[in-house]
Each structure stands twice: as C-alpha cells, then as structure tokens.
C-alpha cells in the first residue's frame, strides 16, 4: 500500500517552507512601481535635456531608479554564507 504524499515530505522542503524572505528593504522596491505611475512627474516637454522633452529622459531615469533600487535591495537582503569558496 502507498503511503500519502503530505508524510513523505523530505527534510529539505520542510526547512524551506519555514524559511522567511521578509525584509524591510523589500519596501524599496515599491519606489520603481510608484514612480512611472505619478504623471504629473512627466506630463510636460520642459526642461529638455540634449533636445529631448522631459518625458522621455525622464523614461529613461525611471528605469536607472529601478536598477539601482533592485540592486541595493538584493544585495541588503541576500542570505551571506560564513564559509569561503575555494
């Protein structure tokens, strides 16, 4: 007779069903969703920048915002091994 699939769980998937991903960095990933949405930031042509209307290097800006803002949340939030590789 089989036995029932929730009993033959391997210790490893339960280890990671208690881990917690929750960090306080995390709400910095709210500013790259925030931003484009607010359009009285970018509904203008002034200032220009090297010709262009401000909506369009502002586009620009916004995706600079959300890859340091990943990156500053990512390397504050991942899991730092106290061994070396070698």
């Known amino acids: 007779m089989a036995e029932p699939?929730?009993?033959?769980?391997?210790?490893?998937?339960?280890s990671a069903a208690k881990?917690?991903?929750?960090?306080p960095w995390n709400w910095l990933l709210l500013i790259p969703i925030v931003l484009p949405l607010?359009?009285?930031i970018y509904n203008?042509?002034?200032p220009r920048l090297w010709g262009?209307?401000?909506f369009y290097w502002l586009q620009l800006l916004f995706i600079l915002v959300g890859v340091i803002t990943t990156t500053?949340?990512?390397?504050m939030t991942r899991k730092r091994s106290g061994g070396t590789r070698g």
């Open 5 to 14: 699939a929730e009993s033959a769980q391997p210790a490893q998937a339960v």
């Open 19 to 23: 881990r917690s991903d929750r960090s």
């Open 38 to 40: 607010v359009t009285s």
């Open 44 to 46: 203008r042509e002034s």
């Open 52 to 54: 262009f209307p401000a």
């Open 72 to 75: 500053v949340v990512y390397q």
